[in-house]
């Protein structure tokens, strides 16, 4: 299905736009992303928009988690996709709290990782988005990528969320503090297995690289002996050791 095509039926319903979309769609065929995670969908408007990239390339499946609550909405995923003919490409997930739950069973689940793309854009905090974003490294395959929606989206600027009893509550440090920025400045960008950081407009690009350091990796051991020599005197003596750590 053509991205055009699609948006025919997206164009009026939130929350991605259609030069989002586009952007999506290349990235989503250029790198030849088969197996996608997303983690917060709604009404499932960017779930469709990646099931129809998968449907050009011919095959593919999206794994999509976020609140029971969404199954609610109208329309929701499940008939959008139905609408668009792309519910072959799309498993969904509903969870009462958080998808970090769902993530610990996938690790439970899968012998190695899967993932080579995951879409973030679901609590937009550091609390669950830090988290989860640990988790989905132990999903994402070597060379696959994450992409953070709203790097710097606030609670605060947020029309639909800053007049809750749960922001208003909020201390205003972190009201007024793009949180995702936080975990992808502080997190990401700082972590060994991740590198061709970008920025794009709202979004926030990193890669897994592809030779992540081994489980098993043989580490250098220095253990200090105590030799005693002659009458009572006493020499150090350094012994070197090569140690594999246990996987």
Known sequence: MKLEQAHKVLKNIPHM?????????????????HNILELGFERGVSTCYMAAALDE??????????????????????????????SQYVNI????????????????????????????????????????????DK?????????????DWTFATSQGLKGSPLIKDMPQ?????????????????????????KVI????????IQKVMPQNEIKKEVIYEREYVGLGSALLRIARKIAKSIE
């Open 201 to 208: 407009d709202n979004w926030a690009f990193a890669r897994k």
């Open 139 to 151: 999903l994402i395959a070597p060379g696959g990528w994450i992409i953070f929606d709203d790097v």
């Open 57 to 86: 390339i011919g095959e593919g499946s999206i794994t999509t988690i976020d609140l029971e609550s969404t199954h609610h909405l109208e329309p929701n995923i499940e008939s959008l996709l139905d609408k668009l003919n792309l």
């Open 93 to 136: 997930f509903y969870e009462p709290t958080s998808y970090t739950w769902r993530l610990m069973k996938f690790i439970e689940e899968k012998s190695k990782p899967l993932y080579d793309l995951c879409y973030l854009d679901g609590a937009h905090s550091w609390f669950d988005d830090g988290f989860a974003f640990f988790l989905v």
């Open 17 to 33: 736009t259609l030069q989002q979309a586009q952007v999506m769609t290349e990235f989503i065929i250029d790198n030849r992303c």
């Open 173 to 197: 440090e972190e009201k007024e503090t793009p949180q995702i920025r936080k975990v992808y400045e502080l997190l990401v960008k700082s972590h060994p297995n991740y590198g061709e950081f």
